[in-house]
């Protein structure tokens, strides 16, 4: 029995949510078996329920936080009221709006990156295609592709990486691909995804929809999608699923030698081989130079099938411990200087006799791997906060100097924190560094050293806190989490698995999720406060004051809940 709905404020969200997460459900464990039939048949469902159309519009312009950026029709926001004639409107096919070109600089560097923002129209579409779609790939995307797949993150790639490099020294390829998301071969794509009738006519219909930059139309000939639409990470990692699978069947009948001199056996030799991919990053490990050259040497044969090639400037291949010099003149790309950059981070193995430094056998290794932010980001990292401290400070007050720098302290430590960077006390240089920048400013504004002091006071243990009444500094080295102590994905794991209790247990366990959220989690069980439904992973969550602040509601845990964006926005209307 159908619903219709009149006023936005009267759906369901719980059964509708409900309803298409078991189509979800449905549509991955048929591609685990290779039941086609059966996916087509719910994803038929999907694309055509006014559920999976309320959902997708919901998602676009009430949680996603990008919502007020504007496409070529130049609306930024869908008022409530007009959602509803909104779902009742997408179909599918819809011809496509070109997008609008928007250049962004890329973080630390001069080159800019592409954008191309759809229409709010064309945005709802790709999202209801998505929750048809990516159920489908999930059952089939290989166990160490992590980037844009719900459920994983850059903290998991990382992990990933560590549970391989410190059980042994290896050689890496760390490769980069040149301009992924404008290359690849649209019909290689679309044969790939396998789709036919109006769902491949709509697939097309974006691939092609062109760009308007400064009014001229340009045609997309290649790319999954311009950065910028909601379903181009999904096309780009279908693009590159399989590529895990070709490395290792281009080793498996190569014989190879372990630590003690003894060919491996052929089951074991696969397991030698260590692939991590994000997005269009990734890294190959292997304790076997031979081994690394070869697959450099042949995965452009993969990547050119789809249009894509190695980035020239951005590949090299070098090694986690050290680099002999009898094999420094083997590969011309092979560099002098150990370990390699990923997502950030710098991860190298370093030489030690520490007791703690073993395998999982009890056995010395004789080395220690480090995982730490990349040298850039600290700079980076630190130039921001110079910026703010030193250049847009000038004339501010001391509480307002906080706000600003609190969120951008909180974001570094929360992505950075999860390292050795602790360990190796680059958080308490962080830490260190902005103190001098503080100093220097409390000087301009007192004058003298001594008067300055006053914008210090004690906290605990601390007398040389950066506070007021009302708002204090926050520390990096508040944020520190060893890699050991980050709870890693299980393997080929999917929030389509229907695993309640272990999606719940991450998010409890994730520090992605601040202090005050993961225990609000706990208390309320994983659940809503307001619509008493399980947290996902997609779920934008905010704290809300039950009591609101504007009468008289504290800060204290009694008077705070965790909501999703949606219900807070319902919650504060009743306000």
């Known amino acids: 029995m159908k619903i219709l709905y009149t006023r936005w404020k009267d759906v369901n969200w719980v059964s509708t949510k409900s309803k298409v997460f078991e189509w979800q459900q449905a549509i991955y464990s048929a591609s685990k078996i290779g039941d086609i039939k059966t996916v087509r048949k719910y994803q038929h469902r999907i694309m055509g329920s006014m559920d999976a159309k309320l959902l997708s519009i919901r998602r676009v312009t009430q949680d996603n936080k990008g919502k007020k950026t504007a496409g070529l029709a130049k609306v930024k926001s869908v008022p409530s009221e007009q959602r509803l004639a909104l779902a009742r409107s997408l179909s599918i096919p819809s011809k496509a709006s070109p997008l609008r070109r928007v250049w962004i600089h890329k973080p630390g560097k001069t080159e800019k990156r592409l954008l191309g923002i759809p229409t709010i129209k064309d945005r709802c579409l790709q999202a209801l295609f998505k929750l048809a779609l990516e159920p489908e790939w999930e059952a089939k995307f ?162 050119g099938s789809i249009g894509l090639e190695l980035s020239p400037t951005k590949t090299r291949v070098t090694h986690t411990l050290e680099i002999q010099s009898e094999t420094k003149n083997v590969c011309s790309g092979l560099e002098g200087k150990p370990g390699f950059n990923f997502l950030g981070f710098y991860i190298r193995s370093h030489k030690t006799r520490h007791s703690t430094a073993c395998g999982p056998s009890g056995k010395n290794l004789g080395f220690r791997t480090l995982i730490i932010p990349s040298k850039e980001k600290r700079n980076s990292h630190q130039e921001k906060l110079h910026n703010i401290v030193l250049k847009e400070g000038k004339g501010i007050a001391q509480e307002i100097l906080i706000k600003k720098l609190n969120p951008i302290i909180r974001g570094w430590s929360n992505y950075f924190g999860k390292s050795d960077a602790n360990t190796m006390g680059l958080l308490g240089q962080m830490d260190y560094l902005l103190y001098l920048k503080i100093r220097k400013w409390a000087k301009r504004i007192y004058k003298t050293t001594g008067k300055a002091r006053a914008v210090f006071r004690r906290v605990g243990n601390n007398k040389w806190t950066f506070a007021t009444n009302t708002a204090k500094l926050i520390n990096h080295i508040d944020y520190s989490l060893p890699l050991s102590k980050y709870v890693k994905i299980k393997g080929d794991y999917s929030p389509y698995d229907s695993h309640i209790a272990y999606c719940t247990n991450r998010l409890t366990k994730n520090n992605n999720y601040n202090t005050r959220t993961k225990i609000l989690i706990t208390m309320q069980k994983g659940k809503c406060n307001w619509c008493k439904t399980l947290f996902t992973y997609d779920d934008i969550m905010e704290i809300d004051h039950i009591i609101p602040k504007a009468k008289g509601g504290s800060n204290d845990f009694f008077n705070l809940q965790l909501l999703h964006r949606h219900c807070h926005d319902i919650k504060t209307s009743f306000d």
């Not at 592709?145 to 890496?172: E, L, M, T, W």
């Not at 014989?255 to 696969?270: F, H």
Request: charged share 25%.
């Open 142 to 303: 290989e166990e160490n592709s992590y980037g844009f797949r719900p459920g994983r993150n850059c903290h998991d790639a990382i992990a990933a990486i560590r549970a391989f490099v410190q059980k042994r020294p290896n050689y890496v390829l760390d490769a980069d691909i040149a301009k992924c998301f404008d290359r690849i071969k649209h019909e290689e794509l679309l044969n790939k995804i396998g789709m036919i009738g109006k769902y491949r006519k709509q697939l097309k219909y974006w691939l092609k929809s062109g760009v308007l930059d400064q009014d001229v139309f340009k045609t997309t000939e290649l790319g999954p999608y311009p950065q910028g639409g909601i379903i181009s990470p999904l096309l780009a990692n279908i693009a590159l699923h399989g590529m895990e699978e070709f490395c290792k069947n281009l080793i498996k009948d190569i014989p190879v030698s372990g630590s003690t001199g003894i060919l491996v056996k052929r089951a074991q030799r696969i397991d030698m081989l260590g692939f991590v991919r994000y997005a269009d990053d990734f890294v190959i490990m292997h304790p076997d130079l031979d081994i690394i050259l070869l697959i450099k040497d042949k995965i452009p044969e993969f990547l």
